[in-house]
């Protein structure tokens, strides 16, 4: 893939010229002539009706911008994307700006003119320090995760106990309500209904608790031969009475070349029930599409679960992998399903990315490597 870059420079003649020559270096560039444009580009907001480019990687910023200067943009920049890197250019008599420029985030600063070479170089540079630093977070993330999936193994086996002996007791007092001999039919059914809470309340117990198992990597580890696009079908298979219930349309879309992948097929089972679930809740009472997608492309099976629900909001995003962290109702969400997901792909070697626009729906991106599985160690 591409390099992705927005060069950003009020001159219009130099900008269009330097665009070529790094396209003709094999990046791929977008041009902005003010720093409004660069934000609207690089900062997309949620009402934006254009549909979002890729991600742009590195941004190079003139310093001498009209309205927003460079160092603006850069401030804005960093505030909301910081895994985008910028490189600042500027003239000699700049070189002050372009070092508080380095202050504020920018990876480096090129003198103008540009040597075109010294410039992709450059770009390429940021582009690895880019990929360091988010290789970096994962790690972090994972290991979180890993922390958080021991502890929440070992309080589901604490909770499973006392959820057991409540099933077992309650069983037996419906039995003994069927035997006794209750005039009062009212209280009658007063106590059987709150014999049913119970049960209820239990097998919501035992939900959570299995999924606190998943987050501890308790679930079938066997490797086999699977065609992933066949797992995904079949999730949507499993909801199509509720979808049916909830007014949503289903659909899907597969490559035919799909290649076969040799993994655990219950790791991909539960990614796949765990995110159409989770779109199906995001459209409850207002109906929509719920569509999976899948193609192979750069050594990659790349899967994509999108709905037209509520959306997730801007504040909300950065941490729906929160172990815990739910946009439903109390009681509607557990908070692990996406945390799940993430650490099941992790482990696999691949990742899952969500996009989101609230009123317009939900993206969730899962891929992972064409090449063999290999089970962790240890």
Same mark, same amino acid.
């Given at each position: ?73 850069? /401030?804005?920049?960093?505030? &909301? ?12 008599? &700049? ?33 690895? +320090? ?15 995760? *890993? ?30 309500? $069927? ?30 608790? *299995? ?10 580890? /066997?490797?086999? /031969? ?64 719920? +569509? ?33 962290? $739910? ?14 997901? /993430? ?13 989101? &626009? ?21």
């Amino acid at each position: 893939m591409p390099d992705r870059v927005l060069l950003v420079d009020d001159e219009v003649d130099f900008a269009a010229l330097l665009a070529e020559r790094l396209t003709a270096r094999g990046l791929s560039v977008a041009v902005a002539h003010d720093g409004e444009e660069a934000l609207r580009v690089l900062c997309p907001k949620p009402d934006d009706a254009r549909p979002a480019p890729d991600e742009v990687e590195v941004a190079v910023l003139d310093v001498n911008l009209p309205g927003k200067s460079g160092l603006d943009v850069l /401030r804005e920049l960093k505030a &909301e994307r910081p895994h985008i890197e910028a490189i600042m250019l500027t003239g000699a008599a &700049e070189v002050g700006t372009a070092v508080t420029g380095m202050k504020l985030g920018a990876v480096d600063y090129l003198l103008k003119p540009v040597d075109v070479d010294v410039l992709v170089m450059a770009i390429r540079q940021a582009k690895a +320090r880019r990929a360091e630093k988010l290789a970096g977070l994962r790690m972090i993330e994972t290991g979180k995760l *890993a922390v958080v999936g021991s502890l929440a193994e070992g309080v589901a086996h604490e909770i499973n106990n006392p959820v057991n002996i409540m099933f077992h007791e309650a069983g037996w007092m419906d039995d003994l309500l $069927s035997d006794a001999d209750i005039a009062d039919k009212d209280l009658l059914r007063e106590l059987r209904g709150a014999v049913s809470r119970i049960l209820t309340q239990g097998r919501r117990c035992r939900s959570i608790t *299995a999924k606190l198992l998943s987050l501890g990597g308790r679930i079938d580890p /066997r490797p086999q /031969r699977i065609r992933p696009d066949r797992l995904a079908a079949a999730a949507l298979k499993a909801v199509k009475a509720r979808a049916r219930s909830m007014s949503v349309k289903l659909g899907s879309d597969f490559a035919r070349d799909m290649p076969e992948l040799f993994l655990p097929p219950a790791h991909l089972e539960q990614v796949f029930s765990h995110l159409v679930d989770n779109a199906l809740d995001a459209m409850e009472d207002r109906g929509g599409e719920l +569509r999976i997608t899948g193609r192979c492309e750069d050594g990659k099976v790349v899967f994509v679960v999108s709905d037209t629900g509520l959306g997730i909001s801007p504040a909300s995003l950065p941490r729906i992998f929160d172990p815990f962290f $739910s946009t439903k109702e109390v009681g509607k969400g557990s908070g692990l399903g996406l945390p799940i997901c /993430r650490g099941i792909m992790t482990n696999l070697g691949g990742d899952v990315q969500v996009e989101s &626009e609230p009123g317009r729906g939900t993206s969730v991106t899962v891929w992972l490597p064409v090449e063999p599985y290999r089970p962790p160690k240890g």
